[in-house]
């Protein structure tokens, strides 16, 4: 496991600290908001759009105050892009921020609030999505720090994008560090006071500093929907401790806690060696916590005012209307989403945006010919992001596009789809599906699969993809250090299964390598691979068995990858089939299809003797015993379609 080790010591002393007293109300974005948008607002109720160099916003308050809501934004970017020099501060999803400029704007968008009498009404929403992220906010609101959600949220986001995992302490006491955080017309304050938490702080008993670490996403001491606990107060504290506290500061406290976890990945071995005596590190946490004076974080920001330099532009109803179904669709609030959408593409038939959306809304209803339909019709339209391509390709990979023709196409839509967004870690990791099984595609492969893992190495699949990539391609020690960051990082009991099968299929493989060796083999190639994302070509003999198989004892158990080139159920209720593998068919048998074990992935229908003629052309996984001997390579135990 890595860690940034240096960004928090390059961040915290960047900072100018100065002391407050703790006051009755704190300094908010509420004074600025009154600035930003008069009581009464005069602006006519139109939508305009804004963009600046790394957010959009869509707002009906006029474009002075979206304006102002986009700079804002960049100085929040700036804010850390300044304070943390070496972190990634620019998601690879687009950030689309709608800024409503009143509680009837803010209906539109979250009517599930007013559904439910007494519900509470947020200011602000983060809504995170793998193809892009939205905010909403409410122009309107009052309050201490309404946008503290968003902040907190924004937050979570940049530690996702630079950290392969981190404590969950460590995670929440982050992101309410910085959700306080004040903007000014030339300053950025941090570490600002959360009264709430003081409050909590003040009146409650402290959590044991051991058991605070190990709380996680199970623990009882852990509920996301209830910031107002002691959990997130505590985190807050102590974060705020090791990031401002000279004394922390001077002694590196922070930096030496990640160092010591990277090496234990033992939290409580950690904190120990960094902090010492957890019990006395406790009780000075718990002084520190009901303190009345703090020091806060001041951060001079080089962004200046930008009303003039960010462009501007109205938005059609179309436009606005694919917008909010856009958002419903990302909302998971689907069937209002449709609706809208409906509404949109008669309004404009041919803005790219709306089919977009629409092929959007089918993806996430799982009608996968559909939502190609529309992605295919929105590149056709002239559709300029990333979303369209990435999406066709995906989904002619779901529905057999290994087969040549759909292959090619797929692998140029992920391409393109890369060479718009170069950052987007989930086209690369479908890029190395996309490849043809040859040793040059191979190559590519790894390489598209080595990028995902560098852009989102806290994603586990795409790990365990580039295990079963290295294995299948004989690069077994680079494979085994994949499989010890899989380790590290299994938390759930599904995770540590997939790290055991993977740990098992890498010990058959090079068991495998080393009686090819011994026996002097050095043109066969690998047949025996447990593969969730690649599949494993393998050494043909005359007969058309893998030479592999023909050696092994019958009944021995195995698993292969492959495209499904043809399929007999003319039998029934006996099959055959053939998956296509870089030297040539493979054919597996199956005595009694009933008995065999079926299940499928990525919304490919589950194998049945009623859809046979549809198998072809399909990516395919098979357990199966070895039959030497035979004219099919082994008995299917188990059949998995994806």
Same mark, same amino acid.
């Given at each position: 496991?890595?860690?940034?080790?240096?960004?928090?010591?390059?961040?915290?002393?960047?900072?100018?600290?100065?002391?407050?007293?703790?006051?009755?109300?704190?300094?908010?974005?509420?004074?600025?908001?009154?600035?930003?948008?008069?009581?009464?607002?005069?602006?006519?109720?139109?939508?305009?759009?804004?963009?600046?160099?790394?957010?959009?916003?869509?707002?009906?308050?006029?474009?002075?105050?979206?304006?102002?809501?986009?700079?804002?934004?960049?100085?929040?970017?700036?804010?850390?892009?300044?304070?943390?020099?070496?972190?990634?501060?620019?998601?690879?999803?687009?950030?689309?921020?709608?800024?409503?400029?009143?509680?009837?704007?803010?209906?539109?968008?979250?009517?599930?609030?007013?559904?439910?009498?007494?519900?509470?009404?947020?200011?602000?929403?983060?809504?995170?999505?793998?193809?892009?992220?939205?905010?909403?906010?409410?122009?309107?609101?009052?309050?201490?720090?309404?946008?503290?959600?968003?902040?907190?949220?924004?937050?979570?986001?940049?530690?996702?994008?630079?950290?392969?995992?981190?404590?969950?302490?460590?995670?929440?006491?982050?992101?309410?560090?910085?959700?306080?955080?004040?903007?000014?017309?030339?300053?950025?304050?941090?570490?600002?006071?959360?009264?709430?938490?003081?409050?909590?702080?003040?009146?409650?008993?402290?959590?044991?500093?051991?058991?605070?670490?190990?709380?996680?996403?199970?623990?009882?001491?852990?509920?996301?929907?209830?910031?107002?606990?002691?959990?997130?107060?505590?985190?807050?504290?102590?974060?705020?401790?090791?990031?401002?506290?000279?004394?922390?500061?001077?002694?590196?406290?922070?930096?030496?806690?990640?160092?010591?976890?990277?090496?234990?990945?033992?939290?409580?071995?950690?904190?120990?060696?960094?902090?010492?005596?957890?019990?006395?590190?406790?009780?000075?946490?718990?002084?520190?916590?009901?303190?009345?004076?703090?020091?806060?974080?001041?951060?001079?920001?080089?962004?200046?005012?930008?009303?003039?330099?960010?462009?501007?532009?109205?938005?059609?109803?179309?436009?606005?209307?694919?917008?909010?179904?856009?958002?419903?669709?990302?909302?998971?609030?689907?069937?209002?989403?449709?609706?809208?959408?409906?509404?949109?593409?008669?309004?404009?038939?041919?803005?790219?945006?709306?089919?977009?959306?629409?092929?959007?809304?089918?993806? #996430?209803? /799982?009608?996968?010919? &559909?939502?190609?339909?529309?992605?295919?019709? +929105?590149?056709? $339209?002239?559709? @300029?992001?990333?979303?369209?391509?990435?999406?066709?390709?995906?989904?002619?990979?779901?529905?057999?596009?290994?087969?040549?023709?759909?292959?090619?196409?797929?692998?140029?839509?992920?391409?393109?789809?890369?060479?718009?967004?170069?950052?987007?870690?989930?086209?690369?990791?479908?890029?190395?599906?996309?490849?043809?099984?040859?040793?040059?595609?191979?190559?590519?492969?790894?390489?598209?699969?080595?990028?995902?893992?560098?852009?989102?190495?806290?994603?586990?699949?795409?790990?365990?993809?580039?295990?079963?990539?290295?294995?299948?391609?004989?690069?077994?020690?680079?494979?085994?250090?994949?499989?010890? #960051?899989? /380790?590290?990082?299994? &938390?759930?009991?599904?995770?540590?299964?997939? +790290?055991?099968? $993977?740990?098992? @299929?890498?010990?058959?493989?090079?068991?495998?390598?080393?009686?090819?060796?011994?026996?002097?083999?050095?043109?066969?190639?690998?047949?025996?691979?447990?593969?969730?994302?690649?599949?494993?070509?393998?050494?043909?003999?005359?007969?058309?068995?893998?030479?592999?198989?023909?050696?092994?004892?019958?009944?021995?158990?195995?698993?292969?990858?492959?495209?499904?080139?043809?399929?007999?159920?003319?039998?029934?209720?006996?099959?055959?089939?053939?998956?296509?593998?870089?030297?040539?068919?493979?054919?597996?048998?199956?005595?009694?299809?009933?008995?065999?074990?079926?299940?499928?992935?990525?919304?490919?229908?589950?194998?049945?003797?009623?859809?046979?003629?549809?198998?072809?052309?399909?990516? +395919?996984?098979?357990?199966?015993?070895?039959?030497?001997?035979?004219?099919?390579?082994?008995?299917?135990?188990?059949?998995?379609?994806?």
């Amino acid at each position: 496991m890595r860690y940034r080790l240096d960004i928090f010591k390059t961040g915290i002393t960047m900072l100018a600290m100065v002391t407050v007293r703790t006051l009755p109300f704190r300094l908010s974005l509420l004074v600025l908001l009154a600035c930003m948008t008069p009581a009464g607002s005069r602006a006519a109720d139109n939508w305009v759009e804004v963009r600046s160099p790394h957010f959009t916003v869509s707002s009906n308050a006029g474009d002075k105050e979206a304006r102002k809501i986009a700079d804002q934004f960049e100085q929040i970017r700036q804010m850390f892009h300044t304070a943390f020099a070496t972190l990634r501060v620019d998601p690879p999803q687009p950030i689309a921020i709608i800024a409503a400029k009143n509680e009837g704007t803010m209906k539109l968008y979250l009517p599930e609030e007013w559904e439910v009498k007494g519900h509470i009404h947020h200011a602000g929403l983060y809504q995170a999505a793998q193809d892009k992220d939205y905010v909403v906010l409410r122009l309107d609101t009052e309050g201490a720090n309404p946008f503290h959600t968003l902040y907190h949220e924004y937050t979570h986001a940049l530690v996702r994008l630079n950290f392969h995992r981190l404590p969950l302490w460590l995670d929440e006491g982050l992101a309410e560090f910085y959700g306080n955080s004040t903007i000014g017309e030339k300053e950025i304050k941090t570490g600002t006071i959360d009264s709430g938490h003081l409050y909590i702080l003040g009146n409650n008993k402290l959590i044991p500093i051991q058991t605070l670490l190990e709380v996680d996403h199970g623990s009882p001491y852990y509920n996301e929907s209830n910031r107002a606990s002691v959990f997130y107060a505590e985190s807050w504290a102590l974060v705020h401790y090791l990031m401002m506290d000279p004394d922390a500061r001077k002694a590196e406290l922070l930096k030496n806690f990640l160092t010591a976890y990277g090496k234990s990945n033992d939290q409580v071995t950690a904190a120990t060696e960094a902090f010492g005596d957890l019990k006395r590190f406790g009780q000075k946490i718990e002084s520190y916590a009901r303190q009345t004076s703090f020091r806060i974080g001041i951060l001079k920001t080089e962004q200046q005012s930008a009303e003039k330099t960010y462009p501007s532009r109205p938005l059609s109803g179309g436009e606005l209307l694919a917008l909010r179904g856009d958002f419903f669709v990302h909302h998971s609030r689907t069937e209002q989403a449709r609706a809208v959408l409906e509404e949109a593409l008669k309004d404009e038939p041919k803005l790219p945006f709306v089919h977009e959306a629409m092929g959007m809304y089918y993806w #996430r209803s /799982q009608q996968t010919k &559909e939502a190609d339909d529309e992605m295919v019709e +929105a590149i056709k $339209l002239g559709a @300029t992001d990333f979303g369209p391509p990435y999406f066709h390709g995906m989904l002619l990979l779901q529905g057999g596009g290994s087969r040549a023709e759909s292959g090619e196409e797929a692998r140029k839509s992920l391409e393109k789809a890369i060479q718009i967004n170069p950052q987007f870690a989930p086209a690369y990791e479908a890029l190395s599906h996309a490849y043809p099984r040859t040793p040059e595609g191979q190559k590519l492969a790894i390489g598209a699969a080595l990028k995902a893992v560098q852009l989102d190495p806290g994603t586990l699949h795409y790990s365990v993809n580039l295990a079963y990539l290295l294995i299948n391609n004989d690069q077994d020690a680079e494979a085994k250090l994949m499989l010890k #960051r899989i /380790q590290d990082s299994a &938390e759930s009991p599904m995770d540590r299964q997939i +790290a055991s099968s $993977l740990e098992q @299929t890498l010990q058959q493989h090079e068991e495998w390598a080393a009686r090819r060796k011994a026996a002097g083999d050095n043109n066969a190639t690998v047949g025996v691979v447990t593969s969730a994302g690649a599949a494993a070509p393998a050494s043909i003999d005359n007969a058309g068995t893998p030479r592999e198989f023909t050696t092994r004892r019958q009944g021995q158990t195995y698993a292969i990858e492959g495209l499904v080139s043809d399929a007999d159920c003319s039998k029934t209720p006996e099959i055959t089939i053939n998956l296509t593998m870089t030297n040539g068919p493979i054919t597996f048998h199956a005595v009694d299809f009933g008995k065999v074990s079926l299940s499928s992935g990525g919304g490919v229908a589950t194998p049945t003797l009623a859809n046979c003629g549809q198998w072809k052309g399909h990516q +395919a996984k098979v357990w199966f015993s070895a039959t030497p001997g035979k004219d099919y390579a082994g008995e299917i135990s188990k059949l998995y379609f994806h």
